[in-house]
């Protein structure tokens, strides 16, 4: 009963944090330099008064801010993004076209990280002190401060341009018409540039965390009783000290898994990923509104719910947590 508790208050808050979110980013958006009717009405050659009055009445943009900010506001109770001005389709049906693709490299990404973040800071923390702690340290502080557009590029001049191993660009091979596993290993060849690169920001966080979590609980009583008891080095390493210092680095996890989606704008835009961080990026470049605040109300969104998704494996692990 308390764990359902916890949660009903953690989704209200989420639910309260997206409205706010919500109004926050249409402010913002309006805010922006640039207006869509002048450009739409630019590229069709007519600069009328009378053309760009009627396109700001189809669109809404005629009404008074607070007006327009409240329509946007009604529309999303009801899971309604709105109308694309360029793409001339509803948005949502636009996001959910490109989600698929989206979902799967954050999710390769996101499993990758983790796995091999966890899994050096497991081995930097065994070998603390030594040659191959210092190796893992300096590495992972290397891809931390890299910027990631700078390894996307790198990583398209070296294995695509320099050595011709993997694909640096789209879903798949145009015109290839495959099917069967040809198509899921010619999809995977396409993603695995940008899925790595991805992960390798977010595999130094983790490898970082890990240490330095293992580290700090190598050192507390319940290890060193252990220790005393003679159990397995090994056995202490696996069930003692990575099982509690992994509460942190989960929590980080269930952070960085939504915003995973919005920070892969910059991997969708160097390798021509079909997602929504390029959607997002082209609604962007031009002015399209709607769809621009339907890709930061989407993905706010998937970070709440894994937020939640978090509060909730935490509870499990460490019942504590509901308790206070």
Not at 67 to 86: C, W
Not at 101 to 110: E, N
Not at 264 to 276: D, H, K, Q, R
Request: hydrophobic fraction near 55%; charge should be neutral; glycine fraction near 8%.
């Amino acid at each position: 009963m308390k764990r359902l508790q916890f949660m009903s208050v953690r989704i209200l808050q989420g639910l309260l944090a997206l409205l706010l979110i919500a109004t926050v980013n249409f402010m913002l958006v309006r805010a922006a330099p640039g207006d869509p009717v002048s450009i739409m009405a630019g590229e069709a050659g007519a600069s009328d008064p009378q053309f760009v009055a009627q396109l700001r009445e189809q669109f809404g943009l005629d009404k008074p801010l607070p007006t327009q900010l409240a329509n946007y506001l009604g529309h999303v109770l009801q899971l309604d993004l709105g109308f694309s001005y360029r793409q001339q389709q509803p948005v949502v049906d636009l996001i959910l076209e490109r989600l698929p693709a989206t979902l799967l490299l954050t999710g390769t990404a996101f499993v990758l990280s983790l796995v091999f973040g966890v899994g050096l800071g497991a081995l930097a923390s065994r070998h603390a002190g030594k040659a191959v702690d210092s190796v893992i340290t300096v590495v992972a502080l290397v891809f931390y401060a890299t910027p990631l557009y700078w390894l996307a590029m790198m990583a398209v001049l070296v294995f695509t341009v320099q050595l011709d191993w993997l694909p640096a660009f789209g879903f798949f091979t145009v015109g290839a018409d495959l099917h069967g596993m040809d198509k899921v290993l010619d999809i995977a060849r396409h993603l695995l540039l940008p899925a790595l690169t991805l992960a390798l920001f977010y595999m130094a966080v983790y490898a970082r965390m890990t240490r330095a979590s293992m580290l700090e609980v190598a050192q507390m009583d319940f290890v060193k009783t252990a220790r005393a008891k003679g159990v397995h080095p090994g056995r202490i390493q696996r069930k003692h000290i990575l099982r509690n210092a992994l509460l942190p680095v989960v929590t980080l996890a269930g952070i960085q898994a939504g915003g995973m989606i919005g920070g892969a704008v910059l991997t969708e835009t160097v390798f021509s990923w079909p997602g929504i961080g390029r959607l997002m990026f082209d609604a962007l470049v031009q002015r399209d509104y709607n769809l621009l605040l339907g890709c930061f109300l989407f993905t706010a969104a998937m970070a709440v719910l894994f937020n939640l998704i978090t509060d909730f494996v935490y509870t499990v692990v460490d019942p504590r947590i509901e308790l206070s």
